[in-house]
């Protein structure tokens, strides 16, 4: 599985952090001592003060956002609503945008906005400042840079919760019975053809995130109403297609590097993260992600951390590891470790098909 994402850390595949590999690497002598899993304090950063944070364009029409909205290029909205639950936003900015703002027939119900370029707005019911270019509130560039570096290091984390697929289409996440914050994963394609979602072993108020894998993903035509009770952040670790049909989601999206597009196909009720919005998905101010204790992978040198003004939330960007190029003979002896984990990785993803369509 390649991924898409413009940060440069890269991901090992799955089957290469589980035990296999750690026996294969032993018995080649070449098995690295792991870096150490750390708790740390994990949230959206700066897009943790908005509603919705594209790193791209943003269109819609009719529509709305009920609470702060930050775009990095160009947003275009026809009959569009922004911030009436009075979201803080950033700085007193309920709407950032760094490029070009075409605006009509719509409201910004509460707060300033910003444009970087161009600002058209007309029959628009707007009680705030204006700013046209000068000083940004902040840097989109190093807010790109936190969530994509925040996405890949979720991803990074073993899961604690364990995936169980039926034979009619379903599909349960099963917590560990722990009380911390519960981690899963699951191929995109998987979860784009479910028609129904349980979550099992689980406290309400828990922290719960999903790593979400391939190039397209999302969810279509399936009820999401049981993650309510949750603080809920699906991590879409790969995706370029984000696709949102006939759902209500209840829980932020993480999506750095995916466009979404569409019709009026349902509501959003958390924060939003991707790149290009083109989409009249109603996007609601509530069960925005909280602020949780993850047990992230270490490694020297940490970053400073950005701390958000409204929020006083902080999160510690990890570093990127070092890739030092190994000798000759430690490829003598890893080349052949790695080539029996294929075939036990080619050959348990045979059974498990197997078992499937046997409806085991």
């Not at 979860?191 to 689980?202: A, E, G, T, W």
Request: hydrophobic share 40%; with cysteine.
């Amino acid at each position: 599985m390649t991924s898409t994402s413009t940060c440069t850390r890269s991901r090992l595949p799955r089957w290469l952090k589980g035990p296999a590999c750690a026996v294969a690497l032993a018995a080649a002598g070449v098995l690295a001592v792991p870096a150490s899993a750390q708790a740390a304090a994990v949230n959206l950063g700066v897009a943790g003060n908005f509603n919705v944070f594209a790193l791209g364009n943003f269109t819609s029409m009719y529509s709305d956002t009920e609470g702060a909205v930050a775009v990095q290029g160009n947003a275009t909205l026809t009959g569009y609503s922004v911030n009436l639950h009075n979201q803080a936003g950033y700085a007193g900015q309920s709407l950032v945008v760094g490029g070009n703002l075409s605006f009509s027939s719509g409201s910004i119900d509460h707060g300033n906005a910003y444009v970087g370029g161009s600002a058209s707005m007309s029959n628009l019911g707007f009680g705030g400042t204006l700013q046209r270019g000068g000083t940004a509130p902040f840097s989109f560039a190093d807010a790109a840079q936190q969530l994509n570096t925040l996405s890949m290091d979720l991803a990074s984390v073993t899961a604690s919760g364990t995936v169980n697929m039926n034979p009619w289409g379903g599909v349960s996440f099963v917590g560990d019975g722990g009380a911390g914050t519960q981690v899963f994963e699951i191929d995109g394609a998987d979860l784009l053809s479910r028609n129904s979602i349980s979550l099992l072993n689980l406290s309400q108020g828990q922290t719960l995130i999903f790593n979400i894998y391939g190039e397209q993903a999302g969810f279509r035509n399936v009820g999401l109403d049981g993650f309510r009770g949750y603080n809920v952040l699906f991590n879409f670790v790969d995706a370029t297609d984000l696709v949102l049909k006939g759902v209500g989601v209840f829980g932020s999206i993480l999506a750095p590097n995916a466009s979404i597009s569409g019709g009026w196909d349902g509501q959003i009720n958390g924060n939003v993260v991707v790149k290009n919005w083109n989409s009249n998905i109603q996007i609601n101010n509530n069960h925005l992600f909280a602020t949780a204790e993850v047990a992230l992978p270490q490694s020297d040198p940490t970053p400073e951390p950005t701390t958000g003004p409204d929020t006083g939330s902080t999160y510690e960007p990890i570093g990127t590891p070092s890739h030092d190029v190994p000798e000759p003979g430690t490829l003598a002896l890893l080349l052949p470790a790695l080539g029996l984990l294929g075939f036990h990785a080619r050959r348990r993803d045979a059974v498990r098909k197997a078992r499937c369509a046997e409806g085991q």
